[in-house]
T-cell receptor
Framework: GEDVEQSLFLSVREGDSSVINCTYT??????LYWYKQEPGAGLQLLTY?????DMKQDQRLTVLLNKKDKHLSLRIADTQTGDSAIYFC???????????FGGGTRLMVKP | GAGVSQSPSNKVTEKGKDVELRCDPI?????LYWYRQSLGQGLEFLIY????????KSGLPSDRFSAERTGGSVSTLTIQRTQQEDSAVYLC???????????FGPGTRLLVL
């Protein structure tokens, strides 16, 4: 099974905030990432957080990191229909810095 | 500037045939990664190249899979004797020196009939 876990689905109304959660297992992870994937497209980097940070804000995006609980979240403020996509969290592992991904959370934004 | 590019965008092949997938990383990026995205397995790491070092092949699922990177730039992922379970989206990513953020290409959608 996956070592990085996410809930499968989230539905919100346009204008509301969305919170997508992720748990990971490797306490030695240095960076944690959020990627967005729209239908038929590749992975678009949204944001990342270094492991010595608790929070990072980037315009409508806020990333919270709880290292004790190995919990990562992505908050999207004022969610728009264009935010509808699958969101993947990922952690860096190993000397090769390969990414280990969660299963993805499908965000649906209703007008 | 130009991002990571991959070709072909889509590939349909018959079981047992060989396929080659190509990745052009961002210019100047020394690290290159291949991942696979399939319905059953999600996103999985396949192989990693960093400069002139020996590649990390720990994610390759079988010896039918191989990859090379010529001149430290373009990479080709080869799947020999394709099977139906090889059907997936193959994603390539690159990063500046292997320690930084990975940027992904649009992927190659492979369908094995």
């Amino acid at each position: 099974g996956e070592d990085v876990e996410q809930s499968l689905f989230l539905s919100v109304r346009e204008g509301d905030s969305s919170v997508i959660n992720c748990t990971y297992t490797d306490s030695s992870s240095t960076y944690l990432y959020w990627y967005k994937q729209e239908p038929g497209a590749g992975l678009q980097l949204l944001t990342y957080i270094f492991s010595n940070m608790d929070m990072k804000q980037d315009q409508r995006l806020t990333v919270l990191l709880n290292k004790k609980d190995k919990h990562l979240s992505l908050r999207i403020a004022d969610t728009q229909t264009g935010d509808s996509a699958i969101y993947f969290c990922a952690e860096i592992r190993g000397a090769g810095n390969m990414l280990t991904f969660g299963g993805g959370t499908r965000l649906m934004v209703k007008p | 500037g130009a991002g990571v590019s991959q070709s072909p965008s889509n590939k349909v092949t018959e079981k047992g045939k060989d396929v080659e997938l190509r990745c052009d990383p961002i210019s100047g990026h020394t690290a290159l990664y291949w991942y696979r995205q399939s319905l059953g397995q999600g996103l999985e790491f396949l192989i990693y190249f960093q400069g002139n070092s020996a590649p990390d092949k720990s994610g390759l699922p079988s010896d039918r899979f191989s990859a090379e990177r010529t001149g430290g730039s373009v990479s080709t992922l080869t799947i020999q004797r394709t099977q139906q379970e090889d059907s997936a989206v193959y994603l390539c990513a690159s990063s500046l020196q292997g320690q930084e953020t990975q940027y992904f290409g649009p992927g190659t959608r492979l369908l094995v009939l």
